[in-house]
């Protein structure tokens, strides 16, 4: 029964352009206080993550593409039409994004976790059994989801501990669809 309620889909919905909202470069500046570097989350292999606080509240992590690699403007784009058009409990959530010619960027639920790389190899962090136990379930589940539960399947291509996010009840979430095939 509580596998079920960790793993409760929200309604599909429609194409990217129409189910998120865009916002403007200068609210990401914002939010981000320039880029300021003491908002960096983490660098990958596409670009870097921040920690962004909008003028409403809202926190979020702020996925930034590096416009000088030629497979960034691609990742974006994927990440984009795949996470805009899922909705399960253990995929990261889009919230919104920013597309200009200075800036690709995508607004993420924030997770104040961290990613299960940091809980694994931290002498500060620790995971207890009941989590490791949690995390071997939702993790599986989104896997089994985007590879069996949606219309036209997707293979992730980049799973790993680094690439799965932890919110603020260490519920384990898919994050960078990036190198994702979708196969119609």
């Known amino acids: 029964m509580r596998r079920r309620n960790r793993n409760t889909l929200l309604p599909a919905q429609s194409t ?47 996925n930034v593409f590096n416009l000088d690699l030629e497979s960034a403007d691609m990742s974006f784009y994927t990440e984009c039409n795949i996470l805009s058009n899922i909705r399960l409990r253990n995929l990261v ?40 136990l949690e995390i071997m379930i939702d993790v599986p589940s989104a896997l089994e989801y985007i590879h069996h539960g949606y219309p036209s399947p997707i293979v992730h291509c980049d799973l790993k501990p680094i690439n799965i996010l932890l919110d603020e009840d260490m519920v384990a979430h898919v994050a960078d669809f990036g190198i994702s095939k979708l196969f119609t």
């Open 93 to 132: 959530k889009v919230i919104s994004n920013c597309s200009n010619l200075d800036l690709k960027a995508l607004v993420l639920e924030y997770m104040p976790n961290g990613n299960l790389n940091k809980w694994l190899h931290s002498s500060n962090s620790y995971l207890n059994i009941a989590q490791r």
């Open 16 to 62: 990217f352009p129409i189910n998120i909202t865009r916002i403007s470069y200068y609210e990401v500046l914002n939010a981000t206080n320039n880029f300021d570097e003491e908002n960096l989350i983490g660098i990958g292999s596409i670009g870097s993550v921040c920690k962004g606080i909008f003028s409403n509240g809202m926190i979020a992590d702020i």
